[in-house]
Structures are given as C-alpha cells and as structure tokens.
C-alpha cells in the first residue's frame, strides 16, 4: 500500500511527506529487523534516541521513516512524517498496514492486576467448547488454531507490531474470535492502539506498576482506556459492545461511568451483580460452585480444579463475558471443567514428595495473599512460602508483599525475583524489614536466602509431612534478570530439581 494511506489513520500528524513511497513489508520500530519494504518508526526513548539509526534502518531496506522529530533535525533520504507520539502512532500504522484484522473477529480484552491470564484462557476455551473459532493473546502465550507461540520473556502485552500480526494471521486462518490479556503497559504504551475491542473485563485494580504509572490513578486511568474506548471502536455486525466489571472491586463505579454509553454486565462473589457466585465449597479435586445470571435466570453448578476464592471471580468475569457473546451454559460449563492447566498458575510439582509443592505467578501483594489464601485451604498443616520482590520496580510493594507473606505463611523464604541493576541486599532488607514489623523473626520463621534456587530447596528441606511449599513470582517466565542480562531461569524446573535433591543455582553468583 502506499505510505500516504498508512498515515491517514494516525493521530496528531505534524508534517506529512512530499513524497509517496510504497509499503511492502511490515512497520518496525527495530533497525534490526525492517525489511525492504517496510517503515521505520523512530522515537525517543528512555535510553536511547533512535532516530540515530534512521540510517542503518534505510540500509536495510526502509522505503519510510515515522519520526517524532522535524525533517530538518534527521538524516533521512526517504519519505518523512513527523507524529508527536511515535509510540502511540505504532499500533495505529500497524494495525493500517495489515487492514484492521481486528474488525473481521470479535475481540475479548481482560484488563486487571492479578487474574487476567486465568480469565483470559478461561474465556478461550469457553468459546472452544461452543465450537467458536477463537485464538488467544495472553503473557504466556499466542495461540492460532493448532499452534502456540511463547510471546517472550517478561513483556506483558506483546509490540503493536506483533499484535497485529497476530490478529491478521488469525483472520487468515478463519477465526472469528479472539481473546487478548490486556495490561496497563499495553494500553499506556499503545501497543493495542489500532484494536477495536468489543468486550472489555476487569478482574480487579490493586498496588502494581506504580514505578511506571506514577501514581494509582494513573495506572487506574491506564486501565480505563480499555472501557472508555468501546463505544467508539469499529461496529461488527452481530457482536455487541459490552463492558464486564467485578462490582467486589473497590473501583467498580470508575469503570461502570467510563463505560455507561455500552451494554454492562456486572459480577460479584458477595451477590451484588447480574452475575453471582451463590455457592461453593472446596473438595480435595478442586472446588463446586454454583454461580447464577440473574438478569437472564441462567444457573450453573460446575466443578473445577482451581483453587481460592479469587479463582472463582476469575470464572465469574469470564462466565460474565461468554453470556454477553451469547454462548450457550452449557459450553459455559464444559469451559470451566476441562480448562488445561495454565503454565505457572497454582501449578502443582509432583516428585513423589509427601507433601504439596506449587509454583504460582503472584507478584503483587493482593495475587500473594489470595495464592496464600489458597494454599492454605490444601492443608491443616504448615504453608512455607517462598518469593521476592523485583528491582527498579514499585518500591513500596517490597514491605507489602513480605507483610503478606509473614501474615499468612508459617514460614517465608525471602528471595531473589529480578533483582536487575539494583542490590538483591538491599532489597531483601526492606522486605526483611517488613516482615519484622509483622512480628516475624529471622531464622524461624522467616529467612534470607539471596539464591533462588538455595531458597526454593531450603523450602523443600523445612517442609514435612502434608505441608504446602510454594514459589510465588515468577511462575511461567524464562528467564530472570541481574543487572541487565536475562538469564535462564524457571521456577517449576528449579522446584522439580530441589525435590529431586538437586537444586539449581541462580546466575550470576555475584549477585547472592
């Protein structure tokens, strides 16, 4: 297509090329990895300027160059269009070049700071079960009809780029539906500018990601965007617009007034919304539950492996969801019954142990306290936890998250999560500190131990009999970060190994 089109659909255009150029080849924001053909978004960065590399980018085969600075300040020989966000303006050339896949599905976006990829896969294999061709963007994973596809490290939501793409590889490949796990860095950022959502789902808002944001109200606005933008996203015939929130949720009247203009479904644990829990207890294979839609007298019993409260309001936002798509109870049901197991969610390691070992993602102070929270209904005995708290992120949740842990785990092992550039020292110290100030004592029931994988084995060795052992924070990722190299890393093969008396040491060693 011609550059000229690409540019018609982005926002605050300041200066427009006096020349056309055609686009063969996909956007980029990587100098790397354009191909001949394609556009270079160039913008400034945190680090780095990259409209230094408009040239190695031309070299490479660029026949376009989006920027955020005037013409007359960049070495350009080809066409040049100044934006004043380029980062913004990515999702927007993206979604143009590949001709807005997103308007030929029905999208599903899950906001929310714990549960979403839960809800996320929930919600895809309920729209399996009612036969509904459906791919899913998720932290864990992309998947398009028989293939999966890890979607990296530690990104949440993936590039506006890579979206895109797999938005338009799912159109290609006859579906009609899609589900993507929606985070506050991907509607902040942009990287689902360009995506016309058409169900929006909170879980919940808690303290995260105020290192970033600045401040909750900016992270809750960041949020937001997923709601306030329904209204006016692309129309698709037969799919409605519809906002689900978890009216528990101390900020449910901020998303209900962002989204009064579309249809709303409201959910609730305590009984409160269109849709509730009205029943559930735990059995040793799982949990029954009943929940009902009061609006349209639908009452459904289901049995599901997940454990916690917090999981059934992760059922209950996607049950929420399917009935505003129309999908049958039925196929409700069978969606909850036969969910796989989610990579790093409640995940259980069995070495032959006597007792319970579980590898679980919760990385905020609420996620930590329902992970907890359920451990503990998998037991009479002890719960030892063990998890950390990442570097160069909200300071504040180190003390909150060991404050959790002290509360409701018999024993904490303290630990390396990410630690990057700053000292895993200093962080264990504030996290030891907040423990103390909840009347842990160090060396009995609470330890330091700066080595995952030592931790997640002196774990393992404190255990007995019918405990639960637990690993919180990092659940399916890859890889951890020290200084600024991510290093292999997976707590669910650090776990089997330290059952098997084996345990993994933790890279690098200067970091302990």
């Known amino acids: 297509m011609r550059f000229f089109e690409l540019l018609e659909h982005v926002p605050e255009l300041l200066q427009r090329p006096e020349q056309d150029a055609i686009v063969s080849a996909p956007i980029s924001e990587d100098s790397r990895t354009v191909q001949r053909g394609g556009v270079f978004v160039a913008r400034r960065g945190l680090k780095t300027d990259s409209h230094a590399l408009i040239g190695a980018a031309i070299a490479s085969g660029a026949v376009a160059v989006v920027g955020e600075r005037p013409l007359d300040q ?28 997103s308007r030929r599905l029905a999208v599903i976006g899950v906001t929310g700071t714990d549960g979403k990829t839960t809800t996320t896969n929930l ?21 398009i009809g028989a293939e999966e596809m890890p979607t990296g490290l530690h990104v949440t939501t993936p ?32 990287r689902v500018n360009g995506v016309d959502y058409d169900i929006a789902v909170l879980t919940n808002i808690t303290h995260e990601h105020l290192d970033f944001h600045g401040s909750f109200e900016n992270y809750r606005a960041a949020k937001g965007l997923l709601f306030s933008r329904l209204a006016e996203s692309y129309s698709k015939a037969g799919v409605p617009k519809c906002a689900v929130i978890n009216l528990d949720d101390p900020n449910a009247s901020y998303f209900l007034e962002l989204s009064q203009s579309v249809r709303q479904i409201t959910y609730s644990a305590q009984g409160y919304g269109q849709v509730n829990l009205l029943q559930w207890r735990t059995e040793p294979s799982g949990i029954q539950a009943t929940l009902l839609d009061s609006a349209e007298g639908i009452s459904l019993t289901f049995q599901t492996p997940l ?31 036969t969910l796989p197991p989610i990579p790093g969610r409640m995940e259980r390691i069995d070495e032959g142990q006597d007792f319970t070992a579980i590898v679980d993602f919760a990385h905020t102070p609420n996620a930590l ?68 100030r909840m009347g842990a004592v160090e060396g009995k029931t609470f330890f330091r131990v700066p080595d995952r994988g030592a931790a997640i084995a002196l774990a393992c060795q404190l255990a007995q009999a019918g405990d639960v052992v637990i690993a919180c924070g990092k659940g399916h990722e890859q890889s951890m970060c020290f200084g600024e190299i991510e290093y292999p890393w997976d707590d669910r093969e650090a776990m089997r190994a330290a059952l098997r008396g084996t345990p993994l040491k933790t890279l690098p060693t200067a970091q302990a």
């Open 369 to 436: 306290e329902k992970a907890l929270q359920a451990a503990r209904t998998l037991t009479d005995k002890r719960v030892i936890a063990v998890f950390g708290s990442a570097g160069l992120r909200d300071v504040e949740k180190r003390r909150l998250m060991a404050e959790v842990g002290a509360r409701l785990a018999d024993i904490c092992v303290l630990t390396a999560e990410d630690p990057r550039t700053e000292s895993l020292e200093a962080i264990l110290e504030m996290m030891a500190e907040g423990a103390r």
């Open 159 to 190: 590039t506006a780029p890579e979206v895109q793409g797999y938005l338009q590889r799912m159109v290609e490949s006859g579906l009609t539906h899609c589900v993507i796990e929606t985070t506050s860095h991907g509607l902040a950022q942009g």
């Open 74 to 101: 960049v070495a350009c020989s080809v066409p040049y269009a100044q934006v004043r966000n380029a980062q913004q303006a990515l999702g927007y050339l993206a979604a143009a070049y590949h001709g807005f896949p």
């Open 307 to 337: 454990i916690g409260l917090y999981n059934l309001q992760n059922i209950l936002a996607a049950a929420s969801a399917a009935l505003a798509l129309g999908v049958p109870a039925e196929a409700i049901k069978r969606g909850i019954e």
């Open 123 to 143: 919600i895809f294999n309920m729209l399996k079960c009612a036969g509904l061709p459906v791919g899913m963007i998720s932290t864990v994973s992309a998947v």
